[in-house]
């Protein structure tokens, strides 16, 4: 579950370079001051964003009581601030939904709700939750064991240059027969994504 941790610490650099291509606001002005630590002042700037429906400022929020960064840990308001964005389609929220799910942090642990965030965010072109939906597979977590699926998901972050995710197809192909591989492979050069990641 290691390699699910280092994704949600990829989510977090991933909303940070999303959040400065856009004009400066008080979303910019939060991830600003939470870069220096202020994060009090970034939780206050992302607050009233948040409450209007932002699912960038609901996402920041949530991993901040994630992490407990200028509040108490809290996993389950950070669940209720992933959701909010999730069910908007909030790929990043939905893998972090994932995370939380998968290792039982402020909800109970469910394996096949986690594969479901996993698939909604992997389903937009999310790489980490790709990953992270390929282990699910490949350990038979919350799914029936598919190594064929797993390799497809696997294949799909690796070729965005995810060494994590290379390194796991190579172990399933391993496990694979040849006419399983060709499936595998076939998927994933026919898979599309079905919206732009957030």
């Known amino acids: 579950m290691a390699v699910t ?98 290792n039982g942090l402020g909800v109970p642990q469910d394996f096949t709700t986690a594969v479901s965030w996993y698939r909604k965010a992997a389903d937009q072109g999310n790489t980490a939750a790709q990953l992270n939906l390929g282990i699910m597979y490949d350990n038979g977590w919350g799914v029936a064991q598919n190594y064929v699926i797993a390799h497809m998901w696997f294949s799909l972050a690796a070729a965005t240059g995810d060494r994590d995710a290379a390194r796991s197809r190579d172990i399933a192909a391993a496990k694979m027969t040849p006419a399983q591989l060709a499936e595998a492979q076939r998927l994933a050069r026919e898979w599309e994504p079905k919206s732009t990641p957030r």
């Open 5 to 102: 941790f280092k994704a949600a610490v990829a989510v977090v650099t991933l909303a940070v370079a999303f959040a400065r291509s856009v004009a400066a606001g008080p979303l910019e002005d939060g991830l600003e001051v939470a870069e220096r630590r202020d994060y009090t002042t970034a939780i206050r700037l992302w607050r009233t964003l948040a409450d209007q429906g932002d699912v960038d400022a609901q996402h920041n929020l949530g991993l901040m009581y994630e992490r407990g960064h200028g509040v108490t840990q809290d996993h389950a308001v950070a669940v209720s601030w992933f959701r909010k964005a999730a069910d908007q389609g909030f790929a990043a929220a939905q893998l972090s939904l994932g995370v939380l799910y998968e």
